[in-house]
Structures are given as C-alpha cells and as structure tokens.
C-alpha cells in the first residue's frame, strides 16, 4: 500500500505562481511513475504532468514551459511548480503513484486561479 499526501493549493491570481506537494509514504519503492492530474467542473481528469523512477518526465501541451514535475528521494515527495497560471488551470490536482500492478491515489488539493 502507498499513503499519498497532496498540499500547495489555494488561490491565486493569474499570473501568478504555486507549489503542489504530494507526500508518499508506505511501499513507495513499488512505484515506477509519479503523475499529478487535474479535474476542473464538468470535466475528465486528465494528466497534467508525470515522472518516471528514472527521472524522465512528461507534460500535457498546455502545461509545458509553466509546470515543472519533480521529486525528492529523501523526502518521498512529488513537487508540481506551477508559474504563470491560467483561470482555465483552475481545478482539482491530484497526485497518483503508479506500479506496476496497482495505482494510488491522493485526495486531492483545490487550485483556484481567479482575480
């Protein structure tokens, strides 16, 4: 089993920048894929940005070059950087880790972007 934490979220106004955090605990060693997804109303959850165990990362279009992906081995932390956001980033994130027999789910952060 793996216990997955998300905080970071909140309210922002466009342009402006937040820091998601998603911390693992339990048998994170299992996972070889770290993701943050996003659901905005009325919407599919979609993914926004994942990380291999080997360090190789992926972003939606709309993300790339305002998101970065990231992690920290001696925390068991993910990290999603979020600059310049958008009120159409607006949504509920989600963290998932990944194995290869089962996938792990966090509760959630609200990020709200809106002036």
């Known amino acids: 089993q793996v216990q997955l934490v998300e905080s970071g979220g909140g309210l922002v106004q466009p342009g402006g920048s937040l820091r998601l955090s998603c911390a693992a605990s339990g048998n994170i060693f299992s996972i070889n894929v770290w993701a943050w997804y996003r659901q905005a109303p009325g919407k599919e959850r979609e993914l926004v940005a994942a990380?291999?165990?080997?360090?190789?990362?992926n972003y939606v279009d709309s993300v790339k070059g305002r998101f970065t992906i990231s992690r920290d081995n001696a925390k068991n932390t993910v990290y999603l950087q979020m600059n310049s956001l958008k009120p159409e980033d607006t949504a509920i994130y989600y963290c998932?880790?990944?194995?290869?027999?089962?996938?792990?789910w966090g509760q959630g952060t609200q990020v709200t972007v809106s002036s």
């Open positions: 990380i291999t165990s080997g360090g190789s990362t």
């Open positions: 998932k880790a990944q194995s290869l027999l089962y996938n792990y």
